[in-house]
């Protein structure tokens, strides 16, 4: 082992050095304070540092790791943030699509939140490194201690699969599992917030708090409107823009954002709190038999039952925990709960349905023990902000059994709707010089329209392709006037277009993707940017096949997933799809 000789100089330029750090660090300390210090040093000079074992190559701060589809996921990971941060620890919060895996190597103490996408999935942002991290390259993380919180829909056979494959890869790789993995359900808190609980008071273990300042720093008090903390935004224009024969109601929303302190970006998504449409709750009553007069506390203030149903819970969307209580009361429903394709069962049955399917009466203790909390739905925003000033604009496909999509349809021009934005940086715009294949179905046209308004704004250089499809030009071309405006005005380079029910043989957006594989894949050449919007379970994949194979084609050879690897590796192919 070497010996590390001090000069008397390098000897005088330390203590100068520690002098001024501590300096640095006592500024500002009152009598208590440097009193604290003072008992700290002194303890730490007795016992030694509480320490990992290896001396940190990084300063010892906790990693905070979340992959996020919808943002539930980067929630939890944000609250973890918080609470570490309150108490005192040096915290870093990271989205996985900027995480290295040779970064991860250099952390001494990592969670991990993330979620599952239907069944299996990684979610979108997450992907590349959960590639990096089950590849056979990922790096040795002996220093590592971890704890992994999974999220997940309980209804799919592989609960949980992305979290739980992250937890026993991390251990694979020699990192230390401190906590066992968290499975949450779609009651996300009932398991997240001990498993949040649990992890921070381990977190004292290896890392040591600073002392919480009780120095109050004055900042604007300029509220941030969240999730939590929505805004009443006003309903200015509910627009039908599918033919009145058309199967599909798509409404073009316009708001009003004056004042609201809320902005975005062409790529972030609007949440809407919905409130739940009259006929259901009707339903559910009607089906349960329970008193809608029938008073519930909660929030601290008294609600009618009716009232708490409309605005507080999920009634709309069933979920296996909620099955799985009702099971406990009626074979049938046990029965049904045990069916091989649950997921697709649960996305078409309605629980006053179920209920009546069955003859099960539930009272009004029942639905407040076991209905899940009302959650936001997000849309992509189809406006920009350069283009509409303080409007924002969305472009939803009604479901008339759904919640919010009905709840906005029913809406006049006037109606105040509780909204956030969330931000979604891994669909923000590329650079203006960089030339934009943009794949859109349906309303996952969106984000395409911002874009598209965004950058005629801005006047970017690079090009615009935008491939759209839907069942019938006739009644169903979303914003054809804008599109065809745009063509002309060159804001649009090129446009194909696929109406997949207007003749025989169903058409669809990747058909016309691999007829134009060449110019597709001269267009990546030159460093275009690729984007796709919509359907996550059949039109995401299919459209994914048909690019690996429109690269593999014009390339002549087969090593089209590498290529791709890379386009996704420099953020170049990106997809906002669920
Ligand atoms: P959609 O159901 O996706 O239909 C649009 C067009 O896509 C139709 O012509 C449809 O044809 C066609 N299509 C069907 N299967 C396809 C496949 N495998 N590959 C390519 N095209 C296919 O349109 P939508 O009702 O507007 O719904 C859009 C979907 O995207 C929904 O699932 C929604 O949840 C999702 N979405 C996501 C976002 C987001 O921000 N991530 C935004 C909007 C919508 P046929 O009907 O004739 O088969």
């Known amino acids: 082992m070497s010996a590390v000789v001090v000069s008397a100089e390098t000897e005088f330029a330390l203590g100068a050095a520690r002098s001024e750090a501590l300096a640095r660090l006592t500024d500002g300390l009152d009598a208590r304070g440097l009193a604290w210090l003072a008992g700290y040093f002194a303890a730490r000079a007795e016992i030694g540092a509480p320490a990992p074992i290896s001396a940190p190559t990084v300063a010892p701060t906790l990693l905070i790791v979340s992959g996020s589809q919808t943002g539930n996921a980067r929630r939890v990971a944000v609250a973890l943030a918080a609470d570490a941060e309150r108490q005192g620890y040096a915290v870093r919060h990271v989205h996985a699509g900027d995480l290295k895996l040779k970064d991860l190597a250099k952390e001494r103490l990592a969670y991990f939140v993330i979620s599952t996408q239907g069944d299996g999935d990684p979610p979108e942002e997450a992907r590349g490194f959960i590639d990096g991290l089950l590849g056979a390259r990922a790096p040795r993380l002996p220093e590592l201690r971890f704890a992994v919180l999974a999220l997940g829909d309980s209804s799919y056979p592989r609960f949980c699969a992305i979290g739980r494959a992250v937890d026993a890869r991390l251990a694979e790789l020699g990192a230390e599992r401190v906590l066992d993995l968290g499975e949450a359900d779609v009651d ?5 917030a001990p498993w949040r609980d649990a992890a921070l008071l381990l977190a004292k273990t290896w890392l040591t708090p600073a002392p919480v300042s009780n120095v109050t720093t004055l900042k604007p008090r300029v509220a941030a409107v969240t999730r939590d903390a929505p805004r009443a935004i006003e309903l200015i224009e509910n627009q039908r823009i599918t033919t009145r024969s058309a199967l599909k109601d798509v409404r073009h929303l316009v708001f009003d954002l004056d004042g609201s302190g809320i902005h975005y970006q062409p790529g972030d998504s609007l949440g809407v709190w919905p409130i739940n449409p009259v006929a259901h709750v009707d339903a559910l009553l009607a089906a349960s038999r329970a008193d809608g007069t029938a008073v519930v506390e909660h929030g601290g203030a008294a609600h009618s039952l009716r009232d708490w149903l409309t605005r507080e819970r999920e009634i709309t969307r069933l ?58 739905r997000l849309y992509s925003i189809s406006s920009s902000a350069l283009a509409v000033g303080s409007e924002v604009h969305l472009t939803v496909a009604v479901d008339p059994r759904g919640a919010a999509s009905r709840f906005l349809a029913d809406s006049v021009a006037g109606s105040p709707v509780r909204a956030y934005v969330e931000t979604n940086p891994r669909f923000h715009l590329p650079g203006d010089d960089t030339d934009l294949i943009m794949i859109g179905p349906g309303t996952g046209v969106a984000p395409f329209r911002a874009f598209v308004q965004e950058r005629a704004e801005r006047g970017a250089r690079g090009r615009n392709w935008l491939f759209f499809g839907e069942q019938h030009f006739a009644s169903q071309f979303l914003y054809q006037a804008e599109w065809l405006d745009a063509l002309k005005r060159g804001h649009l380079a090129r446009l194909d277009v696929a109406f997949s029910r207007d003749q025989a043989e169903r058409v669809y957006v990747q058909h016309r993707l691999s007829e134009r ?33 429109a690269i ?16 996704v590796e420099d953020g170049r192919y990106r997809r906002d799809v669920y």
């Open 319 to 376: 979920a296996k925990p909620v099955v799985a209580a009702l099971a406990e009361r009626s074979a049938h429903v046990a029965e049904w709960l045990a069916a091989p394709n649950l997921p697709e069962r649960l996305r078409g049955t309605q629980l006053a349905e179920l209920l009546a399917q069955f003859d099960v009466r539930v009272d009004g203790a029942w639905l407040v023990a076991h209905l899940l909390p009302l959650a936001p």
């Open 188 to 192: 996300i808190e009932r398991v997240a």
């Open 552 to 567: 593999e084609s014009a390339r002549g050879r087969g090593d089209a997933d590498d290529y791709v690897a890379a386009l």
């Open 517 to 549: 594989a060449q110019d597709i894949y001269a267009w990546l050449e030159g460093g275009a940017s690729i984007y796709v919007c919509g359907d996550a379970t059949r039109m995401a994949p299919d459209v994914d096949r048909a690019l690996r194979a």
